[in-house]
């Protein structure tokens, strides 16, 4: 009995060192993430109000406005990044339409 005790000692102590690698590599791999999550997260802090504003600038968009962009026969740079990006964000190809 006394042998069978020793051996389950030798045993428990085995997996209890096994458990402790697994809990370090575990406790590792929490600081990791957590250093990619704080990273994220200072990121989407400066990209949110950017999204918002471009957001608020498209919903003040008319069907006048973009129908007055369509009319352009030589539009500006400028002109084609914004409808570029109306297409991106409407998800639409941006394919100019010949009359």
Known sequence: MMEQM???KIEVAKEEKIASAEKSKAEEAST???GIKAECDKALAEVIPIYEAALSAVKQLSGSDVTEMKSMSNPS???RVVAKTLCLFFD????????
Do not use: S, Y
């Open 32 to 34: 990791i993430a957590a």
């Open 92 to 99: 639409v190809k941006p394919d100019k339409k010949r009359g």
């Open 77 to 79: 740079d400028t002109v």
């Open 6 to 8: 020793e051996k389950q």
